[in-house]
């Protein structure tokens, strides 16, 4: 595979051939330095930081880096705490100055891999950032990818234009692939303990990314190559978005035979073996489920391989959010009532509950398609001031739910500390979560 976006190598270096001395680490500043601060650089950073590494926290963004150290970027309580004592700390530098990445032993990039209008893989990110790293890479280093994206990528934007710099992967340089495994909001489970895949460019290379990953992580699976590691990441978010799109069809199936889906999902979820609970909903949002996929089918597209399946399932994703406003249409067709003109109030309007996260979500592709049909919208979210809709729209937040006098309510993102005691006996509600209780007038999608 050809590299993409390419540019002029830089001038070869004349390393030697020879492994450097196990004593090289010791030349670096930095034992890390995380490429992109954003929903996994900076909790990625902090776990390095909190197990006792010293840190290059590195974003080219001016605003990101004073949001982080007015300690304003959205993170867990945990992280929080990180942040406060790594802030204190010389062993924790943030910094937008690239050059500095030679300083460290270690270079870690953890850029966003979106998808365009067309949902083709979006590239300019990671390869920019893989560009970057390369220009300013020394000998001793490790460089590990941790961004999702196509098999073959680290290949492509690490191996081959490091080679062309006249470094020898596995010698005098290593290069590994170990994508996130982050779940912004959720507490649950710790991000150190959650273990980590990771494939190098040789065995030398995962050797290197595994002691790295070590020293915060509680546990790492080593596969073998880069390839089946960046494979193993896209098959986890394309088994979520197969099975999301069969809880959503199923919740269609049962609204028709009348039967509650979340009676069903809770049943079936009994079974100690071969279930695995899915909830439906408006739609996905965020970077992995909506995105990831579409970077197997396009590369698999290029080589002719059918994924049909898996196109399916993406299709059905795409389009949930029109499901919602069509039964929203419907719900007001039954009452003699229109679209046109009607107040519809949206709860909540982040990608999943109790994070600021926008990224892909369903919210705002609803509230776009209710204003085309001529309704009037607006939306509470205590995590969301003002949203740009896709269609260049600007809408701020409402002050006071129950004074906006909607003539329908649609539940969307089920924030835990989300107030719902406003919504009266009278008060049409759309419920696109499947969770909510105690509401009098009470429609599920």
């Known amino acids: 595979m050809t590299t993409l976006d390419p540019r002029p190598p830089a001038p070869s270096l004349l390393l030697p051939e020879a492994a450097l001395p196990e004593d090289s680490l010791g030349l670096f500043d930095y034992d890390v330095a995380i490429v992109g601060l954003g929903y996994v650089g900076l909790p990625t950073a902090l776990a390095y930081h909190a197990a006792g590494t010293r840190v290059l926290a590195l974003d080219v963004s001016a605003a990101r880096l004073r949001t982080i150290r007015s300690q304003n970027a959205d993170l867990l309580p945990n992280d929080?705490?990180?942040?406060?004592?790594?802030?204190?700390?010389?062993?924790?530098?943030?910094?937008?100055?690239?050059?500095?990445?030679?300083?460290?032993?270690?270079?870690v990039v953890c850029v966003p891999t979106p998808v365009d209008a067309h949902l083709v893989p979006d590239l300019h990110l990671i390869a920019g950032a893989c560009r970057t790293v390369v220009e300013h890479a020394v000998p001793g280093q490790l460089l590990m990818l941790t961004s999702t994206t196509y098999v073959g990528c680290t290949k492509d934007l690490l191996v081959d234009p490091l080679i062309?710099?006249?470094?020898?992967?596995?010698?005098?340089?290593?290069?590994?692939?170990?994508?996130?495994?982050?779940?912004?909001?959720?507490?649950?489970?710790?991000?150190?303990?959650v273990p980590r895949v990771v494939g190098g460019a040789t065995d030398a290379c995962e050797e290197r990314a595994e002691e790295l990953l070590l020293q915060y992580a509680a546990s790492v699976h080593r596969v073998h190559g880069l390839g089946a590691a960046e494979m193993t990441k896209l098959l986890e978010n394309t088994f979520r978005a197969v099975n999301i799109a069969l809880a959503n069809e199923f919740a269609d199936i049962c609204r028709a035979l009348d039967i509650p889906v979340t009676d069903v999902i809770d049943a079936a979820a009994t079974k100690p073996y071969g279930f695995m609970r899915f909830l439906p909903g408006p739609g996905v949002g965020g970077h992995c489920i909506p995105c990831d996929p579409h970077y197997l089918l396009w590369q698999l597209k290029a080589r002719r391989v059918p994924a049909p399946m898996i196109t399916q399932a993406m299709e059905e994703i795409a389009h949930r959010p029109r499901r919602v406003v069509d039964r929203a249409r419907d719900i007001l067709s039954d009452l003699g009532r229109g679209l046109g003109g009607t107040r519809v109030l949206v709860v909540g309007v982040t990608y999943k509950p109790d994070v600021a996260d926008l990224r892909e979500s369903p919210a705002l592709e609803i509230l776009d398609s209710l204003a085309d049909a001529g309704a009037t919208v607006g939306f509470v979210d205590p995590f969301v001031d003002a949203v740009r809709l896709p269609s260049g729209r600007m809408l701020h937040a409402e002050r006071s739910a129950e004074a906006y006098g909607a003539g329908l309510v649609i539940l969307h993102t089920p924030h835990r500390d989300l107030d719902l005691s406003w919504l009266g006996d009278d008060q049409l509600v759309l419920d696109a979560t499947y969770r909510a209780t105690g509401v009098s007038r009470l429609a599920v999608l």
Not at 81 to 101: C, K, N
């Open 164 to 193: 062309e710099r006249g470094f020898v992967p596995g010698e005098n340089i290593h290069v590994a692939f170990s994508a996130e495994r982050i779940d912004p909001g959720n507490d649950a489970v710790a991000h150190d303990d």
């Open 80 to 107: 929080r705490e990180r942040l406060r004592a790594a802030l204190r700390d010389p062993g924790f530098a943030l910094t937008g100055d690239v050059s500095r990445l030679s300083s460290a032993a270690a270079v």
